[in-house]
């Protein structure tokens, strides 16, 4: 059986935990650094295994010993965003959680492929590659998933029809600055610029971009985790089933799209080696340029953050 870690058993880090268990597909440590939460949580999860039909093993714990020999170790621990807040106004603190994070995982489970959620992102990625010193195929960011599973959801209520037939692309950083592309998204195949008129695909690309800031704004009191977790179970299964499904998600880029020294989201191939191939898509030049904002404005983030 695969084993899968969860850093941070909160909103998000929990519901992937109980995403992960009803997949079936891995035994599942959750960890926290609050006493007990983890080790609740875990039993409640097991408690429900035999009402749902799963049979992994769940626990919680407080200790990094319990993580090693995971294969795949997904990072949530953080503070979350509330109501005001940018993605970035988390960054000092939620840099400081990833580098013990990262610390503790090279001591523990030096092997595992490691996707990052905590926010600011891409920043938080560049950090976790760079605390680690892996290939980037090791370490990368949930995020394009997310935003590409948000944008589809508002297209299929907008012309009405099943979300199963759209597939939408997401680019750019996990912020105010990410890229819808309706020129790279289809419904059964048909290009979306043909089934809906521009003000109405403008609007929808302005909902998206928005969408995390209007949960937070319904919630006040922290951020999305449904649909963060449903991302972040599709991309762990497809590494430990080697699926090879081609999604975007925050990867360090080398040249790719003209860009260096910056993790930012475009499409990956996901298989048992982590983001073993980087897609470049073929951009039209406005496409293109807005790419580059995303990424002035990841880049802004990670000279914030370096030494
Ligand atoms: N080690 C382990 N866990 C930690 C640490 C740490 N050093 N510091 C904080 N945590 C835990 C907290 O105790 C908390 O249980 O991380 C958990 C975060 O959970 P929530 O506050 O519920 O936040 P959540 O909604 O899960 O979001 C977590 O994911 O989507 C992003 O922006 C979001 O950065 C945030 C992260």
């Known amino acids: 059986m695969s084993k899968v870690a969860v850093i941070g058993s909160g909103n998000?880090?929990?519901?992937?935990?109980?995403?992960?268990?009803?997949?079936?597909?891995?035994?599942?440590?959750?960890?926290?650094?609050?006493?007990?939460?983890?080790?609740?949580?875990?039993?409640?999860?097991?408690?429900?295994?035999?009402?749902?039909?799963?049979?992994?093993?769940?626990?919680?714990?407080?200790?990094?010993?319990?993580?090693?020999?995971?294969?795949?170790?997904?990072?949530?621990?953080?503070?979350?965003?509330?109501?005001?807040?940018?993605?970035?106004?988390?960054?000092?603190?939620?840099?400081?959680?990833?580098q013990q994070v990262c610390e503790n995982i090279?001591?523990?489970?030096?092997?595992?492929?490691?996707?990052?959620?905590?926010?600011?992102?891409?920043?938080?990625t560049y950090a976790a590659l760079r605390c680690t010193q892996s290939d980037r195929n090791r370490v990368f960011g949930m995020s394009g998933l997310l935003d590409s599973g948000r944008f589809a959801s508002f297209i299929a209520q907008e012309i009405n029809c099943s979300v199963k037939d759209?597939?939408?692309?997401?680019?750019?950083?996990?912020?105010?600055s990410m890229v819808p592309l309706p020129g790279h998204t289809t419904?059964?195949?048909?290009?979306?610029?043909?089934?809906?008129?521009?003000?109405?695909?403008?609007?929808?690309i302005k909902r998206t971009v928005n969408a995390g800031a209007e949960i937070v704004g319904h919630l006040k009191t922290g951020s999305a985790f449904y649909a963060p977790s449903a991302a972040i179970a599709c991309m762990t299964e497809a590494i430990l089933k080697d699926t090879k499904r081609i999604v975007p998600a925050s990867v360090q880029l080398d040249g790719e799209?003209?860009?260096?020294?910056?993790?930012?989201?475009?499409?990956?191939?996901?298989?048992?080696?982590?983001?073993?191939?980087?897609?470049?898509?073929?951009l039209s030049s406005q496409e293109m340029a807005?790419?580059?904002?995303?990424?002035?404005?990841?880049?802004?983030?990670?000279?914030k953050i370096r030494p």
Request: proline share 4%; with cysteine.
């Open 166 to 176: 759209i597939n939408a692309m997401v680019l750019g950083g996990h912020g105010d």
């Open 187 to 204: 419904v059964s195949g048909i290009p979306l610029t043909s089934l809906m008129d521009e003000d109405a695909i403008n609007r929808i």
């Open 12 to 98: 998000v880090g929990a519901t992937t935990v109980q995403r992960l268990a009803e997949l079936n597909i891995a035994d599942i440590v959750m960890l926290d650094i609050v006493e007990g939460m983890p080790q609740g949580k875990a039993l409640d999860i097991l408690q429900a295994a035999p009402l749902i039909g799963y049979d992994v093993d769940v626990i919680g714990t407080n200790d990094y010993a319990d993580i090693s020999d995971s294969d795949v170790v997904v990072v949530t621990a953080g503070i979350a965003r509330k109501p005001g807040m940018e993605r970035d106004d988390l960054l000092a603190t939620n840099i400081k959680i990833t």
């Open 106 to 124: 090279e001591k523990y489970a030096p092997d595992a492929i490691i996707i990052t959620v905590t926010n600011p992102l891409d920043i938080i």
């Open 257 to 282: 799209y003209g860009l260096k020294d910056i993790c930012l989201g475009v499409p990956v191939k996901l298989g048992k080696k982590g983001a073993e191939e980087i897609i470049e898509l073929e």
């Open 290 to 303: 807005a790419l580059e904002r995303s990424a002035n404005a990841v880049k802004e983030g990670i000279a």
